[in-house]
């Protein structure tokens, strides 16, 4: 019996790398107008290997890439680029096809939600709720809150304890195997592949279920419930 659907947040209910992709571009061109003297294929490399070293939620890049040119932080350059971040940002994050849907229709069923995220606590509330989505969790365990990534346990089991459910009564839904599916499984959640999210190419999942709309989520609960 499903009691409870926990959703990664990035490329399952939000396309973060589209998203991000759009955002860059739009501060890379705003530096440039600005006065950032580099091209914008140098820019968009230093970018990509800033992020690599420090990781893709990493607050500073802009900064490290001024001073890494300069020695120091030209700070009209910078507030250009994080102000057409910012905008760019906001017109671009827009939730998957029928999320809020879904979400919507396994609240109507009595079931428990959650999100566990590698995000940093502060950037997964920010997505929520520009989305409106802050109200629809029952709990959000971030980064912050157990300092440890997926596929480690303890972001699992910390959501399923504030859920209130066994690992069996739950769905794991993820776009990444390697953390979402292995780290899910290994606490015994059931687990949804978001094939839709896949950035990596992934040819086997290895999860208990594939999907490619996030509506057939309540079609899984549906027979893991015997419903249909």
């Known amino acids: 019996m499903i009691r409870a659907v926990v959703f990664d947040l990035d490329n399952t209910l939000v396309d973060f790398m589209a998203m991000k992709r759009q955002a860059i571009d739009a501060a890379i061109h705003a530096m440039r107008d600005a006065g950032l003297r580099l091209s914008a294929d140098e820019i968009r490399r230093r970018i990509d290997a800033i992020y690599a070293e420090r990781g893709i939620e990493f607050q500073n890049v802009f900064d490290q890439l001024l ?24 017109a671009a994050l827009v939730p998957y096809p029928h999320v809020f849907m879904t979400l919507v229709e396994l609240a109507k069923m009595h079931l428990k939600l959650g999100v566990v995220s590698d995000a940093p606590v502060r ?21 912050d809150d157990t300092r ?5 346990p303890e972001p699992f089991l910390e959501a399923l304890k504030r859920l209130g459910v066994r690992p069996e009564e739950s769905l794991m839904v993820g776009d990444w195997a390697e953390r979402d599916v292995v780290g899910a499984k290994q606490v015994g959640m059931k687990t949804v592949f978001a094939r839709y999210g896949d950035t990596f190419g992934t040819l086997v999942s290895n999860a208990d279920y594939e999907i490619d709309d996030v509506a057939q989520v309540v079609e899984i609960v549906k027979k893991e419930n015997g419903l249909v």
């Open 67 to 90: 001073f890494d040119e300069f020695s120091k932080v030209d700070y009209k350059i910078l507030a250009s680029g994080i102000i057409a971040y910012r905008r760019a940002r906001e």
């Open 148 to 152: 440890v990534r997926k596929p480690a």
């Open 123 to 143: 950037e997964a509330w920010l997505r929520l709720c520009y989305l409106d989505f802050h109200h629809l969790f029952d709990t959000v365990v971030t980064f």
